[in-house]
């Protein structure tokens, strides 16, 4: 079984600032199979990116998501008042159903 | 508009049992499978089950199988999740989540169910 693993746990941030979000996987994933997805409080999650660098409909371009093998990014490249929220990565394939990382927490600085 | 409107939810004693819907709109529910993700109170995602378009294909969380059963029914645009034997780890809200086209992701998800379970 893959185990995602997502650094920093929190990350602290102004406005206008670039977050680089990282999530490590146990064993290598196929980048056809690494997503991203956006929870604000009190909402369900979004998702941002699939297949490690595809922006889902609606996404943002500052939105963007790289990485291959067992280390994977998400980059946010200027941070928005409302880009403030829990960002958890994904793996699917290794095992059936959906594997997520414990997310990383982008507060405001 | 895709949407995802999960009912059912609610308070429920260790060991009873509960019934999730999940009423889908706006897309063509036959086509697509659908996948059940839970979420305890200030924790992290973790995925419960999933079930292919014709229902042919269903896989569990170890941590539920043999307790949860999922089923859909096409002609009512509907999946549901048949909870028995519940425990209190088994407290979170209930998330039903369309497959991303390819299957790795999904989206979107709907607005979730609360589910407590405590004597």
């Known amino acids: 079984e893959i185990v995602l693993t997502q650094s920093p746990g929190t990350l602290s941030l102004s406005p206008g600032e670039r977050a680089t979000l990282s999530c490590r996987a146990s064993q290598s994933v196929s980048s056809s199979y690494l997503a991203w997805y956006q929870q604000k409080p009190g909402q369900a999650p979004r998702l941002l990116i699939y297949?490690?660098?595809s922006r889902a409909t609606g996404i943002p371009d500052r939105f963007s998501g790289s990485g291959s093998g067992t280390d994977f990014t998400l980059t946010i490249s200027r941070l928005e008042p409302e880009d403030f929220a829990v960002y958890y990565c994904?793996?699917?394939?290794?095992?059936?159903?959906?594997?997520f990382g414990g997310g990383t927490k982008v507060e405001i600085k | 508009e895709v949407q995802l409107v999960e009912s059912g939810g609610g308070l429920v004693k260790p060991g009873g049992s509960l019934r999730l819907s999940c009423a889908a709109s706006g897309f063509t529910f036959s086509s697509y499978s659908m996948n059940w993700v839970r979420q305890a109170p200030g924790k992290g995602l973790e995925w419960v089950s999933s079930?292919?378009?014709?229902?042919?294909?269903?896989y569990y969380a170890d941590s539920v199988k043999g307790r949860f059963t999922i089923s859909r029914d096409n002609a009512k645009n509907s999946l549901y999740l048949q909870m028995n034997s519940l425990r209190a780890e088994d407290t979170a809200v209930y998330y039903c989540?369309?497959?991303?086209?390819?299957?790795?992701?999904?989206?979107?998800w709907g607005q979730g169910t609360l589910v407590t379970v405590s004597s």
């Open positions: 994904q793996q699917y394939g290794s095992s059936p159903g959906l594997t």
């Open positions: 297949g490690a660098s």
């Open positions: 989540a369309r497959a991303h086209p390819g299957g790795a992701a999904a989206a979107p």
């Open positions: 079930i292919s378009s014709s229902s042919s294909y269903i």
